[in-house]
Nanobody, 125 residues
Framework: QVQLVESGGGLVQAGGSLSLSCARTGQTFSTYTMGWFRQAPGKGREFVAAQTEREALTKYADSVKGRFTISRDNAKNTVSLQMNDLKPEDTAVYYC??????????????????WGQGTQVTVSA
């Protein structure tokens, strides 16, 4: 069984930075595409970024492109999301997720089999 645990959320002012981390336990890390999603109050779960086993295959939502960076450390079984120039509209619960499909990045949350419990990110104006 795969378990994902996020950490690093918090409160930050607009223009600030936060880094999220997701620790994975269970099966071999490198067999999954790892992604981040977010859900704001009253809205659906939104794709943020994901990276396949081959680190060259990375995709970002247009809303975060140029501001967020996803990275993974296979040796430590972690995936991180560095968030810079945060905006109030980035406020949401952020979830780490794992997809068994490793050839490309899928942005539909229904494809992701394993999920973390979520961590709150709040950006004040």
């Amino acid at each position: 069984q795969v378990q994902l645990v996020e950490s690093g959320g918090g409160l930050v002012q607009a223009g600030g930075s936060l880094s999220l981390s997701c620790a994975r336990t269970g099966q071999t890390f490198s067999t999954y595409t790892m992604g981040w999603f977010r859900q704001a109050p009253g809205k659906g779960r939104e794709f943020v970024a994901a990276q396949t086993e081959r680190e060259a295959l990375t995709k970002y939502a247009d809303s975060v492109k140029g501001r967020f960076t996803i990275s993974r450390d296979n040796a430590k079984n972690t995936v991180s999301l560095q968030m810079n120039d945060l905006k109030p509209e980035d406020t949401a619960v952020y979830y780490c997720a794992a997809d068994l499909y490793t050839i490309g990045v899928r942005t539909d949350s229904s494809y992701y089999k394993y999920w973390g419990q979520g961590t709150q990110v709040t950006v004040s104006a």
